[in-house]
């Protein structure tokens, strides 16, 4: 009896007669010989069924397989004469597990977005999703590798949420048994908690934002990372930051170069984020917008496209600190040295992808805290708990939030964040 094997495992097996289990993906043939490409979800490898290698039943019934035709198939595993590392299945047999009850919408042809959103649930199963997935999940592997082996502790946040995080303007808003919750927008005011009890910790998870927002870079669910360091200042950050980012990279690169390839993505860019970063404050990219004829001044916020402009004036990332105090949230703590400026910090991705990293120094003075939820008209009694971290030995502490979504995005060179989450949430998209 054949050993079974998936697909990802088939150079070990060369010359040998294995079984594989998966789905037809695509065929094609002529008079004497069939090609039928089968899929098992580590891989796709071609299995050549040819009317003198089976009986005439078998290879009339190669000929009208459906597009995913769940299949058992028998064969040879040969190396791929022309790519060598790749291999093909001589078939002996196959049977039929089950056939698809109708046609497989998407077939190998063009479609619309919509469409293909509409059938999201399928729409993975094809070779450019496959590869995005995949390198989803080495991002996922490697900030989890990089925190756990750098002395963090991977601390849960909680999903339900009595307060605001990142401003009420953006809160899902949803009954608690009687109290009001809110889908949270971030786990960093835990992580603050959790850092005073452990020094260095991270916690990773779905964040929510009720942002009616159709952009590129936005959904209203999103995965994100947060990283929080007791008695960390700014410098540290960034350097933290700099150095989680690079790792990231070197990761992708290394491990995922054939899904990178699929998606034909430039990877000359990313070899170039190596440490150091460029640093700029955020006058100086105020000066640099200015210099290239956008009409900015000291207060305004950077938009997405003002963000591109100054990430291209670069060949890696750039670190941008001190923006504005006015405009950042109620906990970032001021520049000592001039109070018009948060210590705050953001890490613009290259090529268009803007801001993958927000963070910076946390306010540490409770009466300072005090005064910014009032002037934020948030609600005192709900930062209660909050308040208590600078109540019982308070600390200067610094973190950052990385989203999974957007970083995704730029390492496989996509140019919609739909694409890089399995089941996407946007303003006006709620299925599948």
């Not at 919509?114 to 059938?119: E, G, Q, S």
């Not at 989890?144 to 953006?170: H, K, L, M, Q």
């Not at 070197?250 to 170069?257: E, Y």
């Not at 990332?317 to 910090?345: C, N, Q």
Request: glycine share 8%; hydrophobic share 40%; net charge negative.
């Amino acid at each position: 009896m054949a050993e079974y094997v998936r697909i990802e495992d088939l150079g070990k097996h060369v010359d040998q007669e294995v079984e594989l289990r998966g789905w037809l993906y695509n065929s094609r043939g002529s008079k004497k010989i069939q090609f039928l490409e089968i899929r098992d979800g580590s891989g796709i490898v071609q299995a050549i069924v040819g009317s003198r290698d089976v009986d005439e039943a078998t290879f009339e019934a190669a000929k009208h397989l459906s597009q995913e035709t769940a299949l058992s198939i028998v064969g040879t595993v040969k190396e791929h004469p022309k790519r060598p590392g790749e291999y093909e299945l001589g078939a002996k047999s196959f049977a039929v597990l089950a056939e698809p009850t109708e046609e497989y919408p998407i077939t190998p042809k063009e479609h619309g977005v919509d469409f293909l959103m509409d059938h999201r649930h399928l729409w993975l199963r094809s070779k450019r999703q496959h590869a995005i997935l995949r390198v989803r999940a080495e991002v996922v592997a490697a900030i989890r590798a990089y925190f756990d082996g750098n002395g963090f502790i991977n601390v849960d946040a909680p999903i339900f949420t009595p307060n605001a995080c990142e401003g009420t303007s953006t809160l899902f808003e949803t009954d608690y048994h009687g109290d009001t919750a809110y889908l949270s927008q971030s786990g960093q005011l835990y992580m603050e908690a959790a850092a005073a009890a452990l020094g260095k910790v991270y916690c990773m998870g779905p964040t929510f934002r009720a942002e009616k927002s159709k952009t590129r870079r936005h959904l209203a669910e999103f995965w994100m990372v947060e990283p929080e360091v007791a008695f960390m200042d700014l410098e540290g950050d960034m350097n933290l930051a700099e150095d989680f980012l690079v790792s990231i990279v070197a990761r992708v690169l290394k491990n995922r170069a054939k899904e990178l390839e699929l998606l034909e993505r430039d990877t000359s860019k990313l070899e170039m984020v190596k440490p150091p970063f460029p640093r700029i404050r955020y006058e100086e990219g105020i000066q640099l917008l200015q210099g290239k004829g956008i009409d900015k001044k000291i207060g305004d916020d950077f938009g997405g496209e003002d963000e591109t402009i100054i990430a291209e004036s670069f060949d890696r990332p750039v670190i941008v600190t001190h923006y504005p105090s006015a405009i950042k949230a109620f906990y970032m703590k001021r520049d000592p040295e001039d109070e018009r400026w948060a210590l705050g910090m953001d890490v613009l991705a290259p090529e268009g992808y803007g801001e993958i990293i927000g963070g910076g120094v946390r306010e540490e003075s409770l009466e300072v805290l005090d005064g910014r939820i009032r002037e934020h008209g948030l609600p005192m009694e709900a930062f209660d708990w909050y308040r208590d971290l600078r109540k019982y030995g308070t600390f200067p502490h610094a973190g950052f939030g990385l989203g999974v979504e957007r970083t995704v995005a730029w390492i496989c060179g996509l140019k919609h964040v739909r694409e890089t989450i399995p089941f996407p949430r946007m303003l006006n998209r709620l299925h599948p």
